[in-house]
């Protein structure tokens, strides 16, 4: 999130555009915040109604990522005149306002175009405490980090879209995370006193971290070997199975990322991966973080896990350990 031509700084505005940071924020009361976001994306899957799943949790996981409540959706439709039939078309709506339903919101509304390539997504309103706004912000020395899905899926979808090369198995477990809300990671950040979140999408987990070290003035310390992920990928990696986006995503952090540890061309992809509809990164006061996810295995995200530290340092960055 973010846009050169922000205007003067309104004092209602609790979230804007100085971090970066996964949705905005704005006061109407002293205990009511809206959280306003929106996101769309290209078919990730063949089936529509799963596509239509995806994209829509993937738009609300910036509410939870807020610490908000989706309240309601409004969809966006960039659907092409030939090539889709109407039945596919209305399947992806069913599978969004199945998701939307799920998270405890509704559908109002929304806007189509007709573009030559197929994408889908929402704008999604939410309600927020405004002294329980979670941001990319506040993560501070000390504090242990959490991640609450596996990483890999932007490997899995080229995989599986381009080459074929993903096994049944490796794609419907995939879609099952991705389809996944991160409501119950939210509640346990809130549970648990988070001092910062951020969902892991398109800059990949590198890249959504060092926007978390940036807005807070910290360093991110990963342990590579205690990040969740999917083992396949690195095989997909080593045949050719990559995304335009994740040499962008490396050139994004620069020198601000270190290896103290050699890691593998494959494992260091697996960094600057894309995501779609990826889990929360977490910045949790260190007495908090194993029971945060002990709450978050009994709840069934059963891959969440410790996987790293947060360091105070002069130069925001990310740091990789084994």
């Avoid at 809206?34 to 769309?40: E, I, Y």
């Avoid at 794609?171 to 099952?176: N, V």
């Avoid at 949790?284 to 360091?311: I, K, R, Y």
Wanted: hydrophobic fraction near 45%; charge should be negative; charged fraction near 20%.
């Amino acid at each position: 999130m973010g846009y050169l031509g922000a205007g003067p700084k309104d004092p209602n505005v609790l979230v804007g555009f100085d971090t970066a940071d996964d949705a905005g924020v704005y006061r109407l009361t002293e205990e009511i915040a809206l959280v306003q976001t929106v996101d769309f994306i290209t078919p990730v899957v063949d089936d529509p109604f799963l596509f239509g799943q995806v994209a829509a949790a993937n738009a609300l996981s910036d509410v939870y990522a807020m610490g908000g409540r989706p309240l309601t959706a409004l969809n966006i439709c960039c659907f092409p005149r030939k090539g889709v039939s109407r039945r596919d078309l209305a399947r992806i709506l069913q599978g969004a306002e199945d998701r939307v339903r799920l998270s405890g919101a509704v559908v109002i509304g929304g806007h189509s175009v007709m573009d030559e390539e197929l994408k889908f997504g929402l704008s999604v309103t939410g309600l927020v405490h405004p002294s329980r706004i979670l941001t990319n912000a506040g993560a501070r020395p000390g504090d242990r980090l959490v991640l609450t899905k596996p990483i890999g899926t932007g490997v899995i979808i080229g995989g599986l879209r381009k080459r074929r090369l993903v096994s049944d198995a490796l794609a419907e477990r995939a879609l099952a995370w991705m389809i996944s809300l991160n409501d119950r990671a939210s509640r346990a950040a809130l549970d648990h006193q988070a001092h910062a979140a951020t969902d892991i999408t398109g800059f990949g987990l590198a890249g959504h971290s060092f926007e978390m070290a940036q807005a807070s003035s910290v360093e991110i310390v990963f342990r590579f070997d205690a990040i969740p992920r999917y083992e396949e990928v690195f095989d997909l990696i080593s045949r050719g199975v990559t995304t335009a986006n994740t040499k962008l995503n490396r050139e994004m952090l620069g020198g601000s990322f270190v290896m103290e540890y050699p890691l593998r061309e494959e494992e260091q992809t697996l960094l600057f991966d894309p995501q779609t509809s990826g889990g929360l990164l977490l910045s949790l006061p260190p007495a908090q973080a194993d029971a945060c996810v002990a709450a978050l295995h009994e709840a069934g995200d059963t891959l969440s896990a410790v996987v790293g530290e947060v360091a105070a340092s002069e130069r925001p960055g990310v740091r990789i350990r084994r």
